[in-house]
């Protein structure tokens, strides 16, 4: 059965009709003739069969690449199948041969190699763009969109947030709304708003109570983030650099309108001495007269008393309790009044049931004629002591001079009874700071009080700065506590204004447009 | 230590060597632009130790916004230098220019950036961004190594052949053997026009990058080959039918059977074709020796080239992800 050899080229196509056997080799009696020496002079043979097929018999021992398979020695090719020979391409068609001859160029028909990285698959553009693109849609695209659009859950879960922007951790007590940026950072591009604060922190005091203190520049012209910088870590919200205080603080003779304010820079060098609020209890309680070395004379005999016996730590353990009488000073201090030889027990805390008591009594008793004057009374006797001795001024005698009066201050208001003054005790000594007890308690009292020597209560006996500086350091102290402002102090400490209330005349910072 | 010294000195090479006109680029104009990275490593660095912001150091501070804008700037204009430099019409002493500031400066961002960040690290894009810098910056660092060192190596190798004489040669060798093989018999030409189409020039990435090139097992197959042809001609005048060739043993090695059957080509060689069959041997083993040449022209130069595909992409993806980080910032305030 005759084959049709069709050779197609560039220049056009040929045919041929081949009879019989064909031989295909570099030989010239070769019935298809084939160049290149890697083509063997007699290399294969191959045979009509019926229904276009064709028999492949190799006639050398490199074999035919048939269909991409190297070596074959015989085969049955069917229309569709290509031949590979020295690199020459004879495909096997409905009617008979397709032959495509090898490039020149390239006599040996070697296959192409990978002689450089880039031949080796080796790109520059695609991983650029292919990492141009990830970042772009995880780093932007995406966590922006998700501001806007919020897709089923089971989606979002897999999507990158606004997450991917947060630098540091958030502050413990932001944690519980941290995964929602949102909520602080209501709008894009604007730094975080105090309303944004406020929402939660309703409230909140003030640096003063004086309106004309919060309109100077280093308050009205700051935010709440100007101060409190989040993503700080856990504890990160509350500054500790004293340069937040010291940028005024440091220079009071800027604030003119403030003369009374003092200098303040840094604990270590430049903090004014500690200086009590004027303070007024009420109380008369010479602290020389309780604390001498040798002890107070007491119902059992001499007593030793300390500090504790009167000052007992609050539960808190930042201060004290007030001294409470019935435990603390009625067991030397008993109230008992003679009223006409009659000893009366008067009650504590109470003016009116006090003068009650003692009214009463004086009406009471057996209105004596007057004695006879006589220079001679006996020992024991109460003296004579003159003047009239009626109820009230006998009242008003033992309240506003004799008992009351020698731990209270009185008050005469003209035309009412005398009576003691309203106590006013756990007042604080230092209202602008906050010092603790409970943080001292393995401290001596005398280590930082000098007691014994004040007459008065009123007269606070804080210590010397220097007191403290035995321990507190500045805030970059190798040697000493390192202290800041807000160890002591809190910028929060108004006691009626709060922030946000004052309207336009207080802070709102830079974004209150 | 001592490979290491002799980069060092080959990198700040300050005087050409006796008749080279070589010039490293890294001592253009007396280290200029060494002078000036250094300068800004050290003043960024003293800048840091001295500031001592309220709320901790970051790139949140005025000296952190200083560096991050330095520090941006910078790498927009070495990207840009990446560009420009490749032009090499401005002619050499651009292009040196271009390259001395390109590696000093990129140097110097270890600095600006490290220090714009306040060592505040994490699974963010800003320390992406910082991570991507790094990345180029370390691939750089391996660019500058291996163009100081191995264009030499590429020139020695290559003998004062070039890449595609050396092709060509391996072409002309081949077609030698296929002639030579020709004259013995046709089953000696089956076999090396077979080895002929298995010769492999270069290979994959890891090839390339290892200098392990995957050999073929014609070696094998040609030296069994070999082996037996010079006993058939020995012994007689008529060729044996291919299919009694043994199977190859797997795992011989090429050297010693070369001498094998050298030796054993030398009694036949009195035979014609024994002659031809020596000098197909010749021929293939010379064949050998160029191609593994040329396969360490390839690894060579693989490894010179091989740092811009990272070098290249990992910038692009840096200052994609410069550009986030700094919107980002700005997005939330």
């Known amino acids: 059965m005759a084959l049709t050899l069709r050779r197609v080229s560039a220049d056009g196509t040929v045919e041929d009709q081949l009879e019989g056997e064909v031989i295909v080799g570099r030989a010239t009696d070769c019935t298809i003739c084939l160049p290149g020496l890697l083509v063997a002079l007699k290399h294969a043979r191959l045979t009509s069969l019926s229904g276009s097929r064709i028999k492949l018999e190799s006639l050398c021992p490199m074999g035919v690449e048939v269909n991409g398979l190297p070596g074959v020695q015989s085969a049955e090719l069917q229309p569709g199948d290509v031949m590979r020979i020295g690199g020459h391409r004879l495909s096997v068609v409905a009617d008979g041969l397709e032959l495509e001859l090898a490039e020149e160029g390239d006599p040996l028909a070697r296959g192409a190699f990978r002689s450089t990285l880039a031949d080796a698959g080796m790109r520059m553009r695609r991983p650029a763009l292919w990492l141009a693109i990830g970042t772009l849609l995880v780093g932007l695209a995406i966590p922006l969109a998700l501001r806007f659009a919020r897709p089923p859950e089971i989606v979002a879960k897999f999507l990158p947030t606004d997450q991917v922007w947060l630098t540091d951790g958030i502050s413990n007590a932001h944690q519980h709304f941290g995964a929602d940026c949102g909520k602080c950072h209501e709008i894009l591009f604007v730094p975080v708003r105090d309303e944004a604060c406020l929402s939660c922190h309703k409230g909140i005091a003030h640096h003063s109570d004086d309106a004309a203190i919060l309109k100077v520049d280093g308050i009205s012209n700051r935010r709440c983030a100007s101060c409190h910088r989040e993503h700080q870590g856990p504890h990160g919200v509350v500054p500790r650099h004293p340069g937040l205080c010291a940028d005024c603080h440091s220079k009071p003779q800027q604030f003119t309108d403030f003369p009374k304010l003092p200098m303040a820079a840094d604990f270590a060098s430049a903090h004014p001495e500690l200086t009590a609020a004027e303070h007024h209890s009420g109380l008369i309680f010479p602290h020389d007269a309780h604390l001498k070395p040798n002890g107070v004379r007491g119902p059992d005999g001499l007593e030793k008393l300390s500090c504790a016996s009167c000052h007992v730590r609050d539960r808190g353990e930042a201060s004290f309790k007030p001294a409470v009488f019935a435990t603390q000073c009625q067991r030397c201090h008993q109230l008992d009044v003679d009223v006409a030889g009659t000893t009366v027990r008067l009650p504590h805390g109470d003016n009116e049931l006090a003068r009650a008591a003692l009214l009463t009594y004086a009406k009471a008793a057996p209105q004596s004629a007057p004695e006879e004057e006589s220079s001679r009374r006996r020992p024991g006797d109460a003296a004579p002591r003159g003047g009239a001795v009626g109820p009230q001024e006998l009242a008003d005698d033992v309240i506003g001079n004799r008992v009351c009066a020698k731990c209270h201050e009185t008050v005469r208001d003209a035309g009412k009874p005398i009576r003691t003054r309203e106590l006013a005790l756990q007042l604080p000594w230092l209202p602008h700071a906050q010092f603790t007890h409970a943080a001292h308690a393995w401290q001596k009292c005398d280590d930082c009080h000098a007691k014994q020597a004040s007459a008065s209560a009123d007269v606070a006996a804080l210590p010397s700065i220097e007191s403290c500086r035995a321990c507190h350091g500045a805030v970059n102290s190798h040697d000493r506590l390192q202290s800041t402002c807000v160890d002591c102090h809190r910028f929060h400490q108004a006691a009626k204004l709060v922030m946000g209330a004052v309207g336009d005349e207080q802070a709102g910072g830079e974004n209150k447009k | ?333």
């Open chain 2, 1 to 333: 230590m001592a490979a290491a010294s002799g980069i060092l000195k080959r990198l700040f090479t300050l005087t050409p060597r006796e008749g080279a006109t070589h010039r490293s680029f890294l001592v253009y104009k007396n280290g200029l632009f060494l002078k000036i990275a250094l300068a800004l490593a050290i003043l960024s660095t003293a800048f840091y130790a001295w500031h001592d912001p309220q709320h901790g150091p970051s790139g949140n501070t005025w000296l952190g916004y200083t560096l991050g804008t330095i520090g941006a700037l910078l790498i927009f204009w070495l990207a840009w230098f990446g560009v420009r430099k490749r032009r090499y019409r401005e002619g050499r002493g651009q292009a040196q220019l271009w390259t001395s500031a390109h590696v000093y400066l990129g140097l110097s961002l270890l600095f600006v950036a490290t220090l714009h960040t306040g060592f505040h690290f994490g699974w963010n894009i800003h320390t992406f961004a910082y991570a991507l810098m790094v990345l180029v910056i370390i691939s750089g660092i391996y660019g500058v190594i291996v163009y100081a060192t191995l264009p030499e190596r590429i020139t020695a190798n290559r003998d004062q052949m070039g890449f595609d004489a050396m092709l060509a040669e391996i072409a002309r060798l081949d077609e030698a053997a296929l002639a030579l093989a020709d004259k013995v018999d046709p089953e000696t030409h089956a076999v090396v026009a077979k080895s002929v189409g298995k010769v492999r020039i270069g290979g994959s990435t890891w090839e390339q990058l290892s200098g392990n090139y995957a050999a073929p097992d014609q070696r094998s197959d040609l030296e069994s080959f070999f082996s037996l042809k010079k006993t058939q001609i020995a012994q007689s005048p008529q060729p044996m039918p291919m299919r009694d060739t043994p199977a190859a043993a797997p795992g011989q090695r090429r050297p010693q059977t070369i001498m094998f059957v050298a030796g054993q080509i030398f009694d036949a060689g009195r035979d014609p074709r024994g002659e031809s069959l020596q000098k197909v041997l010749q021929t293939v083993a010379q064949r050998k020796l160029l191609v593994e040449r040329i396969n360490r022209d390839i690894t060579l130069r693989a490894r010179l080239n091989v740092w811009l595909y990272f070098h290249v992409p990992l910038t692009v993806g840096l200052l994609v992800a410069l550009v986030i980080h700094i919107v980002s910032v700005f997005l939330y305030w």
